[in-house]
């Protein structure tokens, strides 16, 4: 095997081993690698048919100190079991999600970028529904697989910003639907604003698909927005780290971790409704999510309403520190105060 860590971008490299475990007859049966990267699987089966399927997205780093962190699996799994219910699947146990993680690690860490090179394993767990069904229902089994991949880093050269265009033309997800699951098709209707937003070399920020008038999110990202809190003399006497409140946005894992730091650095953390045009009282504002920690925003381009909201080319000091804190963390460089890395000696 022979991999330029440097060229790896986000994309998927073929690994050794994947991992399956199919639920049959009321039973998980015991995750098992292979390195058969196929299915067999029935034409009719729910996931094709009625898109019964979800999936997670986590990664391992090896770090400084030459150990692998893999970094909260168990909000993966979380997660996974509150889309699993969502969609009216059998949810994965914990310890099973855990033991298949595992097991997939050890199974290819020939593909565990070595430290310094800002590339790690990113493990995709997937969950499907695989009994034959042509009357419209949920399925009785199921196929839950783990799929790990080298990626490269997300910022290549230098952290650098991104512009994201409004979009009022495609709703991500619907108040009272499957937003805040993790499930294949609120990406397949999003990628007619991604796509779009992508050709202009930007990305999207979706609004709520009742008012069009509040945040909800960023692409496959959650939104964030810093705010300068200011004394009486109008001097910056410390900051607000806001994020969107709202039934259709995946509760991020990345932003959970990010709100835990912004407190601890002694950032007011609010989260709630937040208007379009607040983001002209906002200093910084980014995207956040697994695969970048955090995405600084240089511009919000409102073509609508003819509108552009400017941060400024450079990623801002508040944002830019919690991405190093959080990195640190995550590559060992820092103490893991909160547990959050399960670290492994291989
Ligand atoms: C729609 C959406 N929102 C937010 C996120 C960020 O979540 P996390 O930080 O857990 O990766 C993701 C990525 O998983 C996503 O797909």
Redesign the pocket.
Known sequence: MNIDWSKLGFHYTEPDYIVRAAYHDGAWEEPYATKDKFLHLHVSATCLQYGQEAF???KAFRGIDGKIRIF?WR??AK?MKRSAEGLYMQPVPEELFGKAIRLALEKNLDFVPPYGTGATLYFRPLLIGTTPRLGVGPGRDFEFIVIPSPIGPYYPGKFHCTTFIVNRYVD?AAPYGT?QF?VGG??AS?FRATEAAHAMGCDCIFLDAKQHKYID??????FIGIKEVKGDGLQVTGYEYLTPKSSA?????????LMTLAREMGMKVTRRHIRLEELADMSEAA?????CVISPIDKVIDTEKGKTYSFGDEPGVVLSQLYHALKDIQYGRAEDKHHWCDVFEI
């Open positions: 997670e997205g986590l909260r909000e993966n997660r991500r937003g993790k609120n990406y999003s999110e960023c692409s496959a990202a959650n946005i995946l509760p991020s894992i990345t932003n959970d971790s995207a956040c999510g697994t695969a």
